[in-house]
């Protein structure tokens, strides 16, 4: 059954400490997104991979970091620096680095700091 | 920069009324639109996309869209809404020179009434 799987579902964290959050994805696909879904905002582009080790900064990466050290693999490390991390995250990926191929998301993360 | 504006935040309808959300986009160039929606409890899921061709684009669950490049616009549209349609509607767009970068619109929740 092919799909993106994101955990844990919800995570909780203290203030001050760094959380990684998991994105796997058995589709294939060469490109990971990582977003922030707040309510009212829609989705805003945290990191972006468009192929194995190489990664580029979205709107909002500030206090985020993230690696592609496999193709299916896309962790989203959320850092003590980022001042609001409350927040649904999404992981996504898409067939191919360039073209007009849709997005397929996972289930997503819902972080809280404590 | 692209942005994208659904001027409804929230909608509540009953059922068998019809549904038009407005999704607004700023971008000079050739444009991707996608109406992605996430019901609740459930992964975000594409509805409907325009690449080319015809302006009218027919989804799943019997809601279409249509792009009318002069109003830089792409709204959503149903004839008869069912209580299923309950969920949040996101309306997104990819400029020809944004790689497969999304932007994202604020999103619109419809609460439909049995």
């Known amino acids: 059954d092919g799909g993106i799987t994101q955990s844990p579902k919800y995570l909780f964290r203290k203030e001050g400490q760094n959380v990684t959050l998991s994105c796997e994805q058995n589709l294939n696909h060469d490109a990971m997104y990582w977003y922030r879904q707040d309510p009212g905002q829609g989705l805003r582009l945290i990191y972006y991979?468009?192929?194995?080790?190489?990664?580029q900064k979205g709107d909002i990466a500030e206090g985020y970091s993230v690696s592609r050290e496999k193709k299916e693999s896309f962790p989203l490390t959320v850092t003590s620096a980022q001042k609001n991390p409350t927040a649904f995250y999404l992981c996504a990926s898409s067939i191919g680095r360039e073209g007009a191929d849709t997005q397929y998301f996972g289930p997503g993360t819902r972080l809280t700091v404590l | 920069a692209q942005s994208v504006s659904q001027h409804n935040h929230h909608v509540i309808l009953s059922e068998a009324a019809s549904l038009e959300l407005g999704c607004n986009y700023s971008?000079?160039?050739?444009?991707?639109l996608f109406w992605y929606v996430q019901y609740p409890g459930q992964h975000l899921q594409l509805l409907l996309k325009?690449?080319?061709?015809?302006?009218l684009v027919k989804g799943i669950k019997g809601f279409e869209a249509e792009f009318i490049k002069s109003k830089f616009s792409f709204n959503l549209r149903k004839p008869s809404v069912q209580w299923s349609d309950t969920a949040e509607y996101f309306c997104?767009?990819?400029?020809?020179?944004?790689?497969?970068?999304?932007?994202f619109g604020g999103g619109t929740r419809l609460m439909v009434k049995p």
């Open positions: 325009y690449f080319s061709g015809d302006p």
């Open positions: 997104a767009v990819k400029g020809n020179n944004a790689g497969n970068m999304l932007t």
């Open positions: 971008y000079g160039g050739t444009v991707n």
């Open positions: 991979s468009q192929i194995v080790n190489d990664f």
